[in-house]
């Protein structure tokens, strides 16, 4: 989403770190191609003008004129006064004393909160607590129907009453409460139908629903691609039922991202959670200074030792670690890894979180999810044997697997050429030589 932001922020920066001495003329310069490139995100303009005034400020303050490294000392004001600007550190749930601790889910028409709500029961699942979910949502066709569908997919219970009225989400939302301190649940989550706020008397429902079931929690969903309209909305929302944090949902798509940066600021609200993806996994804990950092073309290389932390089991990774000093390294524990690389996320998502200095370096530049699929389809076509022994692997077996994971023997011998430097390179490695890296990227099939 901020692929073009941080393209015009880094080349800011590049020609500030080229210079070893900054003017004023220079500072100008800069924060005028600061604030374009804000108000190209869809950043509000008054924002904008103020975050770059800051920024100003403190870079004259630090003495950044006279500093001997001034490119680097800007990058990091203005890192600080983003991450201030999307939040003040990572926030996180804070349930009742007593169970079942209320989740209520509200937002706009069509921003993504039934798809959300049962991402944030398997990611509550996923840290050892059971919800119930509660399908309140009885005006848009079907919503009750989407839950139930996305409940059974993940074995997450849901509760719903489908001859229940439109006008009965209160009702149904308070009897979920009571099914869920029956099943003995940590978290009750609530999907609510998506209203206006300028609609009163769906407003005044959320009011009383609110009052009926005490939440622990009223979190927004908020569409990002939507933009400034939906942050204003958000404060209205806020001023109408008072909202504890929000969830900004596709996070991963390709708009400008301004509602993204500015939604804390103006709401005065923390966002909690990011939805990164379709699928139901793709929710993360949202840390304003890590999408600062990527936002600046830093990466986010925590989150993504978390997301590996999360798919790799501790004594997998020592084995693929012996393996790998031992030169043993075969097929089969490629494949492996493969398939913990794609449950990590899409490979664009992955590529985001590394420094773009480093990235742009990779030969894997481009790899896609696609391509994975193919290498993937080739490893699962081979028998035992020859991913144990690929440089053994004949001509008439590459035909073979060639045709079992419909794609060209050339493919098939892109993948074993460039494994086999692979190979060479980790036996270098095992020696306590220096291998050349170039050659290392994924066979471009």
């Known amino acids: ?12 920066f590049g020609r500030l770190g080229s210079k070893g001495r900054l003017t004023d003329d220079d500072l100008d310069t800069a924060m ?10 869809d950043v509000n303009f ?5 975050l770059v005034a800051v920024i100003r400020e403190k870079a004259i303050g630090t003495g950044v004129l006279k500093g001997i490294s001034p490119g680097q000392q800007v990058v990091k004001i203005v890192h600080d006064e983003l991450a201030a600007l999307l939040g003040t550190g990572q926030q996180s749930l804070q349930p009742k004393p007593a169970p079942p601790s209320v989740i209520l889910l509200v937002g706009l028409q069509g921003s993504g909160k039934t798809t959300t709500a049962s991402k944030l029961a398997l990611h509550l699942r996923r840290q050892g607590h059971r919800a119930l979910l509660v399908a309140a949502d009885l005006r848009r066709p079907a919503a009750v129907q989407q839950l139930e569908t996305l409940g059974k997919q993940l074995n997450i219970p849901v509760y719903s009453e489908p001859k229940a009225g439109p ?20 978290w009750c989550i609530v999907d609510t139908g998506g209203r206006l706020h300028l609609d009163k008397g769906l407003m005044a429902e959320l009011e009383q629903m609110k009052e009926d079931l005490d939440p622990a929690e009223t979190l927004m969903v908020l569409d990002a691609m939507t933009g400034q309209d939906a942050v204003n909305a958000a404060a209205a929302f806020h001023e109408h039922v008072g909202l504890s ?4 949902a596709k996070l991963d798509g390709d708009a400008r991202g301004g509602a993204a940066l500015t939604a804390t600021h103006i709401t005065g609200v923390p966002v909690i959670f990011a939805g990164v993806g379709e699928k139901a996994d793709a929710l993360e804990p949202f840390h304003p200074e890590r999408m600062a950092s990527r936002i600046l073309g830093m990466g986010d290389v925590l989150t993504l030792v978390e997301k590996a932390q999360e798919q790799i089991e501790e004594d997998e990774a020592q084995e693929m670690q012996r393996k790998l000093r031992r030169a043993q390294f075969d097929l089969s524990d490629f494949l492996t890894q493969l398939k913990a690389i794609k449950r990590m996320g899409p490979i664009s998502s992955l590529m985001d979180m590394l420094p773009q200095a480093f990235r742009s370096k990779l030969p894997t530049q481009q790899a896609n999810d696609g391509q994975l699929g193919r290498i993937e389809a080739i490893i699962s076509s081979m028998t035992l044997w020859e991913r144990r022994n690929p440089d053994k692997i004949t001509g008439s077996r590459r035909s073979r697997v060639a045709l079992g994971s419909g794609t060209t023997p050339t493919d098939v011998n892109q993948l074993l050429n460039q494994f086999k430097q692979m190979q060479k390179l980790m036996k270098q490695m095992a020696g306590g030589k220096r291998g050349n890296m170039a050659g290392m990227g994924l066979p471009k099939i």
């Open 32 to 41: 005028r191609d600061i604030r374009l490139a804000l108000l190209e995100a």
């Open 167 to 186: 006008d009965d989400g209160p009702k149904v939302a308070a009897r979920g409460k009571s099914k869920a301190k029956d099943l003995g649940v940590m």
């Open 1 to 12: 989403m901020f692929e073009n932001l941080t393209d015009k922020l880094t080349s800011v």
């Open 245 to 248: 944090g929000l969830i900004l």
């Open 46 to 50: 008054k924002v904008a003008r103020e």
